[in-house]
């Protein structure tokens, strides 16, 4: 790889470029609080028809990712939610790759047990502007990193066992431990997941995106 995007130079904006990172930034906050909060055909109207979205759950264009998201809303009591800081952007003309740090958090009843999810991942988002000059996303997905599972009182005695969560990947064994539960029938875990556990994976997200970013 001659040249990745990360090595677009920083600290030297001009007025233009300032605002594009903007409006950037705005894009992506704006996309995660759609997905938290139900406002799907909102989220819908962020991307390029034909996106393309890699979740833990889902692999896929992005009209099946929110028909998706609209069908696990109406049996979740409790939906996900994506505590998100520290947005980088990188652009290249009207092109644009933007990672932020996120936690994504969720709140469940195992067995009688009150339990928290946290997951930390990095989002790797591809953008571009449209021939109206909007920013809108090419492609999403996360970069898994760890996560833990325990109960959401500091007396709480409800732990998961070891020998099941470990059947998984370790950047994301709770999250999957916790799907499998929740849904056995139609878990399937990515195990082609972009994860830190395997630096290949993560080379070769940032090799591909690199080669969109420049050409």
């Known amino acids: ?4 995007f990360y090595e677009v130079p920083m ?22 609080y759609c997905r938290d909060y139900e406002y799907y055909d909102e989220e819908r ?5 034909g996106a393309k979205v890699w979740t833990s759950w889902f692999k896929g264009d992005v009209d099946g990712f929110v028909n998706k998201s609209r069908e696990m809303a109406k049996v979740k009591n409790h939906p996900s939610k994506h505590k998100i800081s520290n947005v980088v952007i990188w652009l ?4 644009a790759i933007a990672e932020c740090i996120c936690t994504i958090q969720l709140r469940d009843m195992l067995g009688d047990e009150l ?4 997951s930390y991942v990095r989002l ?9 000059g909007i920013w809108k996303i090419r492609s999403f997905q996360g970069i898994h990193e760890k996560d833990t599972l325990a109960s959401a009182f500091n007396d709480g005695k409800w732990a998961a066992p070891r020998e099941e969560v470990q059947k998984y990947r370790p950047c994301f064994w ?13 878990n399937k875990p990515q195990d082609d997941s972009v994860g830190e556990d395997i630096p290949t994976t993560v080379r070769n997200l940032y090799e591909e995106s690199s080669r969109w970013f420049f050409e």
């Open 45 to 49: 109207a962020l991307y390029f028809d």
């Open 1 to 4: 790889m001659e040249k990745f």
């Open 174 to 186: 709770n999250m999957m431990y916790r799907q499998h539960i929740f849904n056995p029938a139609d």
């Open 92 to 95: 290249n003309g009207n092109k």
């Open 11 to 32: 600290g030297a904006n001009t007025p233009e470029k300032m605002l594009d990172k903007f409006n950037i930034r705005e894009l992506i906050e704006f996309e995660r």
């Open 115 to 118: 339990v928290d999810l946290h």
């Open 124 to 132: 790797h988002y591809k953008a571009e502007k449209n021939g109206d």
